[in-house]
């Protein structure tokens, strides 16, 4: 009799331990962690917590600021990543190997084209894109009006030059870049690198990229351009020193033709500057006549599921509820970015009217993103900025620390 009472007993505890691990497993809690701050940040919040109430899944919601970044590479460094988590512009390069695909979910089918080569790799995508930065090189549209200019029939970067002298001539300054705090030279060579390097298929060097080969001559070919666009006088005279706000206010009162920076420009301008700011934004030219222009598709907000989490269920379901159009709206509303999903729609002002005309313009990701190994940033600016300077020996030198460097971070 004891020995039955005892294997009931047995019985029992297994039981409550099976019921107990389904019973958690029904309603989990899983780890969220977002990069970032401010109202996107607040929109994603309060989106899990909508979750949480209709599923009764707990999330466990964390925002590090600008901590995020150390402390993700000290969680992959150990493997112990959160359930989901922002990849804040690195979903391939940086995480793809710690993601699981999420080509089968219910939302892949209204990621757009435009952001899809930018989250995969090999034919797998590995997040859930909220919004993109999808963006070329902004203009002033009266600028152009007064200087006789097609922004639609700059092909070439030959072409672009030939508009800048066109700008020149009546007075303006055809390009406005603020470069004291290296980060408007970084996006020059963001924007300019992925038109030498890799959109033309017939002379990629995307392979050798990828294997970690940094072939330099292209690089000092983009310095080059540069250094010849301060020697020519097609940027601002205070291009040295000038700053991110500056270039802003020159595109907006119609003191400079192009600017190489982000849509944020526009809304910015008109919203701070000149509310009858007249700018538009327009693809990037090729190197040659063989290729074509192109947009770059950057990562906007962007959630994966831990390929190794142990609430893959619960994790795909806070994903495809986040993904409805509603929800969605409302980040890309507070980020001011074109929606990465098809199905959702966002009043994007004056810039919808680019955004719709340029949709079948294929797009790129930001050139260190996609092909440089992490801690390339830096270098770009700062090479650049003595580049900008037109320091002696600048444009050879650029090349040489973007080898020196790319080949050193390489695989590390």
Not at 36 to 55: I, N, R, Y
């Amino acid at each position: 009799m004891k020995k039955v009472f005892t294997v009931v007993i047995a019985v029992l505890m297994c039981a409550s331990v099976v019921f107990a691990q389904a019973a958690a497993e029904e309603n989990p809690t899983i780890s969220v962690w977002v990069s970032g701050a401010g109202s996107q940040v607040e929109v994603l919040k309060a989106a899990c917590e909508d979750f949480t109430a209709e599923t009764g899944i707990k999330v466990e919601f964390s925002a590090p600021g600008d901590t995020y970044e150390e402390m993700m590479k000290t969680k992959m460094a150990s493997n112990d990543l959160p359930d989901v988590f922002d990849t804040h512009g690195w979903a391939v390069v940086r995480y793809s190997d710690y993601l699981m695909p999420v080509n089968d979910m219910a939302f892949y089918k209204n990621i757009s084209s435009q952001i899809i080569p930018t989250v995969s790799k090999d034919g797998k995508t590995y997040v859930l894109p909220f919004d993109m930065d999808l963006t070329g090189i902004v203009y002033n549209v009266d600028v152009m009006n007064e200087a006789g200019v097609d922004v639609d029939k700059i092909k070439t970067w030959a072409d672009f030059e030939a508009a800048c002298e066109k700008i020149k001539a009546i007075g303006k300054t055809p390009v406005t870049l603020g470069g004291s705090s290296g980060v408007t030279v970084g996006w020059y060579y963001d924007r300019v690198a992925p038109s030498f390097y890799y959109t033309d298929e017939t002379n990629s060097k995307a392979a050798d990229l990828k294997s970690g080969k940094f072939d330099p001559k292209p690089w000092e070919e983009i310095s080059a351009m540069l250094d010849r666009w301060v020697s020519k006088g097609y940027l601002n005279a205070d291009c040295v020193t000038g700053d991110f706000m500056g270039d802003i206010t020159a595109i907006s009162t119609a003191k400079a033709g192009f600017d190489f920076i982000q849509n944020v420009a526009i809304t910015m301008g008109r919203a701070n500057v000149n509310p009858d700011g007249n700018m538009g934004m327009m693809p990037i030219p090729s190197k040659s006549a063989s290729d074509e222009p192109s947009l770059i598709s950057g990562e906007g907000v962007a959630l994966g599921i831990w390929k190794d989490t142990k609430h893959k269920a619960a994790a795909e379901k806070l994903l495809n509820y986040l993904a409805q159009p509603e929800v969605a709206a409302k980040v890309c509303t507070a980020t001011g970015n074109v929606p990465a999903l098809t199905n959702v729609k966002v009043d994007l002002g004056v810039l919808q009217q680019y955004i719709d005309k340029y949709s079948d313009v294929e797009a790129f990701n930001y050139f260190d993103r996609a092909y440089c190994p992490s801690g390339m940033w830096d270098v770009m600016c700062a090479t650049g900025q003595d580049v900008l300077a037109q320091k002696s020996g600048a444009v050879a030198e650029s090349a040489k620390q973007m080898k020196s460097t790319f080949d050193a971070l390489w695989g590390n």
